[in-house]
């Protein structure tokens, strides 16, 4: 089969275009043919070895992280899809591979595809929809009434958490960029903050949640709007000590990531809230919760461009410049003449 993969870690050079072989499936696996993928700024952290302290990968790595496509064969354990299927799925961490044109999907990744979602909208989604979830609901505990603030909410996890934000009844702050202002108080974003004009932290006061998304001095100065009590929740920078125990990690890199994130552990205490890190774990019960609110129509994909796989560097090239507002598709499988003609009517 044809894909995308790295023999070694690095930039967009090591990235090359071959034949790899089939998946082989274990008992409770799918293979799918994968018909569009997603980008992810994971995708350029595993290709850069940024995150093998946490998922070791063996070589050569196919990459990709979220796919939508169609089941061609099951596991002799699979109960809950058949072949001719339509799924979309995050991929394991350590089974990661949707630049390809198959792949294996765990059957507890995996999710019936919105019936009113083509391809590549939907695989636009596992990621940062199962990722916003998780942070918002598991960790953040958001509720309706309370106050949360959503950093890039241009970006395609701010998007998306804008709208599930708004669907639980949350007032929303975010941050973007004035050419984004309009897109996001569409998205239902209440309070919008040009991040060039205005600092976030002298207007909003005693928010519940923050959703942090970059890191660094940003997430500093996030800890001056939430009240006491509150959570801020990180998917951005490293670790703490809290998380890497949580994760199995040795001691000694449990000790190294507390030593690196004694700032942010300090500013937690001051400010008396709660600082989770967060690395999404793929949840197919979670994903189909999410499928039925994009079949419902509360929440709707965002897609900035639509690249042919054979542009797949291009396509982590854009990603990876910033400039995307929502997500960066791959179109791995074209679809047919009926196919298309069904959904232009649809």
Do not use: C
Not at 237 to 266: C, E, H, I, Q, Y
Request: proline letters at 5%; charged letters at 25%; glycine letters at 10%.
């Amino acid at each position: 089969m044809k894909a995308f993969f790295i023999q070694k870690y690095g930039g967009n050079e090591v990235v090359q275009f071959g034949e790899q072989p089939k998946p082989a499936l274990q008992p409770k696996d799918l293979l799918v043919e994968v018909h569009a993928a997603s980008v992810n700024p994971v995708d350029f952290k595993i290709r850069e070895g940024g995150v093998k302290l946490l998922v070791p990968n063996d070589f050569p790595l196919i990459l990709g992280s979220d796919l939508s496509g169609v089941v061609v064969e099951v596991g002799s354990a699979v109960t809950k899809f058949k072949p001719g299927d339509e799924i979309f799925a995050r991929l394991d961490k350590s089974r990661i591979g949707a630049f390809a044109e198959y792949a294996v999907v765990g059957e507890a990744e995996a999710a019936p595809k919105p019936k009113n979602l083509t391809h590549e909208e939907a695989a636009s989604i596992p990621l940062v929809g199962t990722t916003t979830w998780q942070a918002l609901l598991e960790l953040g505990g958001l509720q309706k009434g309370q106050k949360v603030l959503i950093h890039a909410g241009s970006g395609g996890v701010g998007t998306f958490a804008i709208q599930l934000a708004k669907y639980l009844g949350a007032t929303v702050a975010t941050t973007v960029s004035e050419r984004n202002v309009e897109l996001v108080k569409r998205l239902g974003a209440d309070v919008v903050i040009d991040y060039r004009k205005q600092r976030f932290d002298e207007v909003l006061h005693d928010y519940d949640l923050v959703f942090d998304t970059q890191a660094g001095e940003t997430q500093q100065r996030s800890f001056r709007v939430l009240k006491p009590g509150g959570v801020m929740v990180s998917i951005a920078g490293k670790p703490d000590a809290k998380f890497a125990r949580k994760w199995g990690l040795n001691p000694l890199l449990v000790m190294v990531l507390g030593l690196l994130s004694r700032k942010t552990t300090a500013l937690a205490r001051k400010h008396q809230v709660r600082f989770e890190y967060l690395f999404m774990r793929p949840d197919g019960q979670q994903l189909a919760e999410i499928g039925r609110l994009l079949t419902d129509g509360h929440i709707k994909p965002l897609i900035d461009r639509v690249f042919p796989f054979e542009q797949t560097k291009e396509a982590l090239e854009y990603s990876q410049s910033g400039r995307a507002v929502g997500k960066v598709v791959i179109q791995v499988k074209k679809p047919s003449a009926a196919g298309a003609a069904s959904q232009d009517t649809a």
